[in-house]
Every structure is written in C-alpha cells, then in structure tokens.
C-alpha cells in the first residue's frame, strides 16, 4: 500500500494467481531473448503548456497500465517499478534489460482546453524497432477510448488474442464524466506520494470524483484505499476509517462485481478483521480477475506467510517481484518473508534494496534483524537511521526503537524503566502497538500482563497480531492455553504450532 506497510513487532498496524513467469533464456547465439509478451509502460510525456497537467499525464500511464493489464497474454510492469524511469535518459534497450521485459510502450500526452494529441510507439527491446506506433487527436471526452485502442493495438501488435470478457473490460469506461475522471487522477496522483498530509489531499479528491459521478466505481475504491491506510498506516480515526473503508470498497463491488483492485482491498480489510478464510477466497478472486496485479500477489503472500504456508508465500512473493520488481513495498515484504522464516541472511539483500528505493521503514526492519543475528552495532546504526528518517511522521520511533534495541540486548532494566511510558502512549498514532507491549511483558516473565496486552490488540484488530505465529519472542508461551485459544479465534489454530 504505502510507505508505512510494516507488518514487524513494535509498530501499530503498519501493512501492508497465476502468472506464467517469462524469464529471459538464451538464444541460439547466446544472445539474452526478452518475452515481447512482458511489457512496461513509461511514464507519458507532459508536453502541455500549464504544468499543473502533469497529474493528467501520469493517470493516463496509470490508465493504460492497468488496461492492458487486463489482457491475460501479457504480463504488465506494474506502475512503481515504471515511474521510476520519469523523465530518464536512458535507452529502451537498456530499460528493457532493467526490467527484463521484451516490448515497451512509451508515448506523451498534450492537453490544450478540451483537445488532447496522444503519441504511442510500442517498441522491441531486442531490436530497437518499432512494433508499432499510432498519433490521436481527440477531445477530452475521448481519452477512454484512446485507452482502450491503445490496449487493443498492443495486443494485435504483440499478437496476443483478448478473450471476449477482456475485451468488454478493456472497452469498458469506468465513467462518462471528464470531471469526474480528472478529479480521480488528481487522487490517484496525491495517493501515489504516500504522506499523510497527500493522503488527506487524496481522499478530498476521490470524494470530489464520486460527488461529480455517483456510479464511479474506481473513486469509491480511491476513498477505500485512503481509508484503509489512514487506519493501518497512520492511526487515523482507526474504527471511523476502517468502516468506511468496507462501506466504500461494498459500494465498488455493487457497481462493479468484477473490478480487481476492489476484491483485493476487501480482503487486506478481512485479514485485519482477522477473518482469513474469507480475505483468502478474495485475494483469489482478484488475481484470477487481474493476473498482473502485484498487490494483491504480495497481500497474498503475507497472509499464507503468517499461516507458515511458506513455499505458497514464496510464490505469490516471487510473481509480485516479477510484476514489480522496482517497488520498495515489496522489496520489503519480500525481506520480512524471510525473516518470518527465521532466515535472517537472506532478509538483508531485500531491506537494502528497499532502502536504495527510498522505504525508511525498512532500515527498522533490518535493524531488527541484526537484532538476531546478534550484529548489534549494525543494529544500533540501522535504528538511528531509521529514527532520523522518521521522527517527523512518528513521533515515538526513538522510544520504539530504544524498546527494541534493550530487547536483544538482553537489558531488562531498560525495558522495565520504558515500559510505563509505551503503556501510556500505546493509543497514539504510529505509537507503541498492545502487541508490543504484550511481548515486553512476557520478556519480563510477567504472563498476566502479556496476556492483558494481547487481548487489547485482539479487540483493537491489529494487523501486528498475526504474526503472533511467527514472533520468536513468544516462543515461550505456546502452550498456554490462552495462547491457544487466542490462535483459534484469530482463525490460525489449523497450521503448525510454531517455527523450527
């Protein structure tokens, strides 16, 4: 979701299909062959006069990205690895190569009053030539059907058959109102920086597009999406927030039953309410909907992770990578695969390169692996970095991290003297989690308490609590009976006890 997707002990709430995996392989001249079947899509040009346009140019990436998505033949690059390539210089070829995809399509976009001039060229990596290219000139009540001939030429270029019910999607305008679709992007535009303030920015946006058309399906889930990490990420007005996230993502699935991105959101919102079984079955839907949709593939994974189904985690984790493979969200998922594994040298190539992407969050998470693997000078450093990144947006990270760092220490007196005040903040936004605190507790050989704190994050419906399999902090009460109890009701009681 965002920058905050950190699923780890000590911070509140903080989150987070089948899809043929085309690998590059050698040709006969031992030459690396790209798939032309696995395409990006780069950021649109803005060559408008007014700047403020560049929002417009985004959302149409944004736009034909997940049109052509919709096209089961091709594999798509999701929008975070793409935009990084924004305004670049560098060559197709050795974009192509980056991402190890075989066509790309590049284009840009122009906007005077209602009158908007679009460019496409698809080109082939392997040869640098061109698969095919197309000038529109339209009004602005055209641009969903310029979309969707984009996503059509493509296929026919690339020779992809679209299946009749893609077809229908990729036809399909997901509203009649300009407005209210330039309302939406300018959402979605906000949405994509991540900050609180943005994310505010955001919601005003999505609720603007949905004032503007009632039956813009994409602007409930905007308003969901808002929702959802306003609660989990942010601390937000929690209870407030995450009803109206399921009210709205509801709405979406009235409108539209089939829309990918709203079966997926349905079941991040499950898992936090702890009903998995469910939040499975969605997660499901929306890939079989929407192969080339890398959120719902890594969402997946985490929740078959905290059930210890881990070659399906590695799975889905592995096609979200494939799909995205320059997003820090899931870099970072990836590493915390490995730490819920409990194989702590594998985690750390992952962290860093979330790091290199700009996640501030991960250098908590490494530092909590060098926790384990005893390197605790590491540890030390990768706390304070992450503590410096990160005071402004989280108030408390110094007392989450000086927590953590006493903990592998073995410095009870510290955790002792700490405690009073997590305890007292533990309501706060991005604040010490009852989770946490239920794990000070039990360090401290206090199980009454630990268990006290556990049911606070029971009925406050922490993401955290989940991974109550996995913590090794808890290794120590598995068999007590309320631990026992307390698995059952969050719906893990089918799987292994513990790790190994």
């Given at each position: 979701m965002n920058s905050s997707e950190d699923r780890g002990v000590g911070l509140k709430g903080w989150l987070s299909g089948k899809v043929p995996k085309a690998k590059p392989h050698e040709s006969k001249s031992g030459q690396v062959a790209l798939d032309t079947h696995r395409i990006a899509v780069l950021p649109f040009a803005n060559m408008s006069p007014d700047p403020s346009d560049e929002y417009f140019a985004d959302g149409m990436t944004e736009e034909i990205i997940s049109t052509v998505s919709g096209i089961s033949g091709l594999v798509v690059i999701s929008r975070t690895s793409v935009m990084g390539y924004k305004g670049t210089a560098k060559k197709v070829r050795e974009i192509?190569?980056?991402?190890?995809?075989?066509?790309?399509?590049e284009g840009s976009f122009r906007k005077a009053g209602d009158r908007i001039r679009v460019t496409t060229q698809l080109i082939d990596v392997a040869t640098d030539g061109h698969l095919w290219a197309q000038n529109y000139d339209r009004t602005l009540d055209d641009i969903f059907a310029v979309q969707s001939d984009v996503a059509k030429q493509v296929a026919e270029a690339l020779r992809v058959r679209v299946l009749s019910g893609e077809k229908e999607r990729v036809e399909k305008k997901p509203t009649e109102n300009t407005t209210a679709y330039a309302l939406?992007?300018?959402?979605?535009?906000?949405?994509?920086?991540?900050?609180?303030?943005?994310?505010?920015?955001?919601?005003?946006?999505f609720e603007l597009a949905v004032s503007e058309d009632p039956g813009f399906v994409l602007g409930y889930v905007g308003i969901s999406d808002c929702c959802v990490v306003l609660c989990h990420s942010w601390g937000v007005k929690p209870e407030a927030n995450l009803e109206?996230?399921?009210?709205?993502?509801d709405k979406a699935l009235q409108i539209d039953p089939e829309l990918a991105e709203a079966h997926a959101s349905k079941a991040l919102i499950?898992?936090?309410?702890?009903?998995?079984?469910?939040?499975?079955?969605?997660?499901r839907k929306a890939i079989e909907l929407k192969p080339s949709y890398a959120m719902a593939h890594m969402w997946y994974a985490n929740q078959l992770s905290i059930e210890l189904r881990w070659d399906e985690a590695r799975e889905q984790m592995e096609k979200a990578l494939e799909l995205d493979p320059l997003s820090p969200i899931i870099h970072y998922n990836h590493g915390d695969y490995y730490v819920h594994m409990r194989d702590y040298s594998k985690a750390i190539a992952p962290f860093r390169k979330a790091i290199e992407l700009g996640f501030a969050t991960a250098h908590a998470r490494m530092a909590y692996t060098y926790g384990w693997m005893k390197k605790f000078d590491d540890m030390r450093h990768e706390y304070e970095a992450w503590v410096e990144l990160s005071k402004d947006s989280v108030p408390l990270a110094q007392l989450v991290a000086n927590l953590h760092m006493a903990l592998f220490t073995d410095d009870k007196k510290t955790i002792s003297q700490l405690l009073p005040e997590a305890e007292i903040h533990f309501n706060d936004d991005i604040g010490p989690s009852p989770f946490l605190i239920g794990v000070l507790h039990f360090y401290l050989g206090d199980r009454e308490k630990g268990f006290e704190w556990l049911e606070r994050s029971y009925s406050k419906r922490e993401m955290t609590l989940l991974d109550i399999k996995i913590v090794r902090f808890l290794d120590g009460i598995r068999t007590d009976l309320r631990y026992l109890d307390l698995l059952k009701r969050l719906g893990l009681d089918q799987t292994a006890q513990s790790i190994s």
């Open positions: 192509g190569k980056e991402l190890e995809v075989g066509s790309v399509l939406y992007l300018r959402g979605r535009y906000y949405w994509n920086k991540r900050d609180l303030e943005d994310l505010k920015r955001a919601l005003e946006y109206r996230a399921k009210a709205m993502t499950m898992m936090g309410e702890y009903q998995l079984r469910q939040a499975e079955e969605e997660f």
